[in-house]
């Protein structure tokens, strides 16, 4: 077929797909921003399995006009952060619960529903709801997000203008197990203002979120996830993000199960002297497929930039890193670093990755690496030789494969928290 | 204590005879010296002791305490008391010296069927011992021998033992990258641990590290056997001529 047919194809496909999808309401500001998306989406279409970036994950159950089911899990602990004091904001298969949420109000803290966000005119979300996604369109579409912005349901609108004390928690439960949520959170980190954000739960049987963050010069963002261990689960994610000048963004992923997961950031760098660090940590057994597609661009001098990904893989799992460092013409000085590993328990796993670094400025320093292997024999008979148990030992390797994502989470309080839940699922897969 | 009978081994994955009928009777609170030219199945004795993957013993036996260990894991000889202080210390990236040490500590003691020392107890011993290795507590939090000198490497060896209080400990090439400094402190680590009933077998080309810690007998490892035993003069003998005197002599005889 020629590539105008398969193009065509897929406008087709995708005018289909949006004909029974109910747009929300909202003031005609953002009704108009939202037609802007759903234009753009019928121009570009929904991913294919043969776009370059779509090749080693299947879009089709991300797209489908049906949700494929996905059991609910209850746990038998807490889940993750709760013993943390913070604001939390709860929302059930994508539908905000007012009475399991707190009061959305805090100091140095806006925060709102962007469904009313969206309804009213708060001048600071008209010019930033999907502005991001928009401009992340280039130099590679991503259409599952600018469908999002069409069509979020709802989300958060946040704006620090100070710095924040409690941690912003968006819980996402799953209770349906044919639901669907679309979430669209649009931060604004304003000047010299610092917040925490975190994220957990598996939201829905299909998941579509956008975040976009935008971090002013001097500010600070911190952001924390996990996602849901429900097995069936699927996910299609964008963390959007802009950073000023002497600015912070971190931002770390916690991914245990879960069908399908596709997590993709694009992160741009625009202000001199900053630091943005995104970092994952993965384990997967089974049908378990997880990506992560990061694109990280240098537009400033002396900026440093993180990508650390580790995903360990048992049973056929599969796992997935596209990342890429794009340092602009005049980005002097740029420290860019990005590392992906696979560690595979089986032969029957298998990590995929495609590292890419492009560069137009002549005086940086970057470095990228991937690597995929098994359990370091020789480590693991030194722990035995010490009396380590065998499962025992292997466990403590696979967390030591984790650790150089997991530090890069600030807090040692989460750091603990993370560690303990990994260490738990591996534990009940213990032979 | 530690009796190799007749000890065959080969590669498991080459047709290559490594060991060739070791014998060797290590009675409680001895210390025997191996030595021996590089080659000569030293290392490969260590770690079939131990339990290392790689080696297909196809004759003889080793008893610790009476029992046959060659059935074994590894952990399981760690836990009946035997501890191999590596030639080359594996270098660990992501696990914290003390968590191996404590994790090393607490599973032997869970597979004795004696209580966990509490994290209190533990870093009280652990500090004290390092102390007097003049390990620092950086080089315990740092991942296991990642960016340690060879000397560190080898203290840190020490340590582990010193914590882990094994029945037999066999040292394999301890002495060897260590100053005088650090080979007095290895030293008086080992003889510290020394106390009538743990015995030890000391792996070394050098009579430097016999001057400290004093063997009560030696013996010469050659082509995978042992081919002679003596007193502590035999090492002598070896610091002054070399091997080729002693090896001309069990040639010809
Ligand atoms: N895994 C191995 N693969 C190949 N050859 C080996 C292996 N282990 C030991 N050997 C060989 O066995 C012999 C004895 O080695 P080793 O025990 O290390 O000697 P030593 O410690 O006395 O120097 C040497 O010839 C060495 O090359
Ligand atoms: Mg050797």
Known sequence: MKRSELKQRKLDATQARVLDVQMPDGASWAKSLREDALSRLLTMGLPAARDEYWRWTRPDTLISAEVPKAATFSADEAPLFSSIDRLKVVFVDGVFDADASDDLSGENLEIMRLSDALATDIHWVRDAYGVQEKKAQVPVERPMATFNTAFATDGIVLRATGKVSRPVSLIYLHQDDSSEAILHHVIRVEEGAEVTVLENGPAAARFNKVMEVDVADGAAFHHVRAQGRDHERRAVTHLFATVGSEATFKSFTMTANGVLTRNEAFIDIIGDDSVAHIAGAAMGDGDFHHDDTVFITHDAERCESRQVFKKVLRNGAKGVFQGKILVKEGAQKTDGYQISQGLLLDDDSQFLAKPELEIYADDVACSHGSTVGAIDEEALFYLRSRGVTTPEATDLLVIAFLAEAIEEIESPEIVEDVLHRFEGWLQRRRS | ?253
């Open chain 2, 1 to 253: 204590m530690l009796e190799i009978k007749n000890l065959h081994v080969k590669l498991e994955e080459e047709d290559k005879q490594i060991l060739k009928g070791v014998n060797l009777q290590v009675g409680p609170g001895e210390v025997h010296a191996i030595m021996g030219p590089n080659g000569s199945g030293k290392s490969t004795t260590s770690y079939v002791l131990s339990g290392r993957d790689g080696y297909e013993v196809t004759e003889g036996e080793v008893l610790l305490d009476d029992e046959n260990i060659l059935e074994l894991e590894p952990e399981e000889r760690a836990a009946a008391g035997l501890f191999l202080a590596f030639q080359y210390p594996v270098e660990i990236p992501g696990v914290s010296n003390m968590t191996f040490l404590r994790t090393a500590v607490n599973a032997q003691r869970k597979a004795r069927d004696e209580e966990e020392l509490s994290a209190t107890d533990f870093l009280k011993l652990v500090r004290a011992k390092a102390k007097s290795l003049k390990i620092d507590a950086d080089m315990l939090k740092r991942p296991v021998n990642m960016g340690f000198s060879g000397g560190e490497k080898k203290r840190n060896e020490i340590l582990q033992m010193a914590m882990l209080e094994p029945k037999l400990c066999i040292l394999d090439e301890t002495d060897s990258g260590l100053d005088v400094d650090a080979m007095k402190l290895v030293s008086e680590g080992v003889n510290a641990l020394r106390d009538g009933k743990r015995s030890f077998v000391v792996i070394t080309h050098y009579q430097r590290l016999l001057d400290h810690i004093k063997p009560d007998v030696v013996h010469i490892m050659y082509d995978g056997r042992i081919v002679k035993t003596g007193g502590p003069d035999l090492a002598l003998e070896v610091e002054n001529n070399g091997y080729a005197d002693i090896l001309a002599e069990v040639e010809n005889a």
